[in-house]
């Protein structure tokens, strides 16, 4: 007997996931409910089957490669990717991760999608993400929309290089921040030049992030006449010549390691302006938040990958006489840990939700909703995915789990389209500025008022700090940090079984817990949050 668990694969990776598969139940129009559902679950057992995972690997272990020259000297900026990259961006594509703007439940059932593409290889979630958020920017400019959002939407992967117009589908990256900047982009310096052509500039300087530099086009942020204004820049020219998009190199990054993030030079580059002069950033946001939306969906993705392999391995792992998953406690330890995984996934799915609904109170709720959900989501996941590694032992700690991936994946998102304080201070400008995206969060948060008695403190103790807000700066994290516990509790009372909302409550909002996984109340019902959380079920 060799103790050692059989690999986790071969299964479906939706509809194992109880809590994804609920929310998805719970969002969706009842008509559509059946036809989606069979959708996902389709895509879930592509996910998880052993073909899949083996291109997640591959992806992985042999990343892009910058090809600045061809064999004759002449100029070209490729980036080349291993097939597996081409295939899972392919089956992402065609599995309308980029089509949510067009299609019934588009954001739920894109959303669900995303968690469960994400937990086959991270790394090509970023093209998928911002040729998603990029339509709300472009509607800006209704022409740009017309002439690029069917190419964005397009359920039709197309990766040549070659003129958007001759292509099926298009993919986008985005380029907004400078070495000198950084998140304050305000402070970029890349110059827009106007040329005789209505809407047509020439830029000039560098981005040191560009994302997704092999795509057919880029949102970027540049200095025109009138002040920070949005641009979109295409890869290759209506006439097939390339458009000048020096990549200087390729990041080394500690992580995402199969996606490609570069830097890049502009020495008249010819971009097309999108959104009015000196309105960039606002142009801009509506990218911005429906990637941040992709930032928490992906925490969650990684946070269940890892939970569910942690689960996995203690369900067949024997030690001191028993399986460790009987162990009283390591099953608090994993019971802690689907808890917050399962947290995650009921509000990354309640923003799609909330897009799909797309009303004034919704867009209001969304406001705060999304920095605060970005800013506690993305910051849980390194611990939770540290500590589900621990669980394997040894084993996690060798890369063939696949586990020290995940956890080198686990900081991005909390970095990505602006870090904790970034997001801290972005929900303290809405408290400031906008009451009725405070009134809708309240509201929501309100929903399951009377319920549990733990919840209904948290809420009255939430509601005493905002009453407050002077110096509120300094804490910002802990107010955003209770701000979204809050949002989380409330769900979870809501739509959870009364096991995972008890003992969410009794510990993130009553005060029950430790500061390290596995400090539960024993008297909690740990068996049936640890039995939820199993991928597989014989």
Known sequence: MSNQPPPLGGHDVFSTDRALAEAVERHLAPGLVDEVRAELSAFGRTAGSDQVREWGRLANENPPVLRTHDRYGNRIDEVEFHPSWHRLLGKGVSQGLTAAWTRPGGHVRRAAAFVVWTQVEAGNGCPLSMTHAAVPALRADPDLAAE????????????????????????????????????????????????????????????????????????????APGGLTCFLVPRVLADGTRNVFRIQRLKDKLGNRSNASAEVEFDGTWARRVGDEGRGVRTIIGMVAATRVDCVLGAAALMRQAVAEAVHHCTYREAFGGKLVDKPLMRNVL?????????????????AAAYDDGSESERAFLRIAVPAAKYWVTKRCTPVVTEALECLGGNGYVEESGMPRLLRESPLNSIWEGAGNVQALDVLRALRREPQALNAFLREVGLARGADHRLDGAIKNLLTELADLDGVEARARRLVERMALVLQGSLLVRYAPPEVADAFCGSRLGGDWGTAFGTLPHTLDLASVVARARPVVD
């Open 335 to 351: 019971a802690d840990l689907a808890l917050e995984s399962e947290a995650a996934t009921a509000l990354g799915m309640r923003l």
């Open 148 to 223: 690029w959002e069917p190419r964005l939407t397009s359920m039709v992967y197309d990766w040549d290089m070659r003129p958007a117009a001759r292509k099926a589908g298009a993919v986008f990256g985005m380029g907004m921040t400078e070495k000198q900047g950084g998140s304050d982009v305000r402070a970029n310096t890349t110059a827009a030049r106007p040329l005789a052509e209505d809407g047509t500039y020439e830029l000039t300087g560098h981005k040191w992030f560009c994302s997704a530099p092999m795509s057919d086009g880029f949102l970027v942020l540049a200095q």
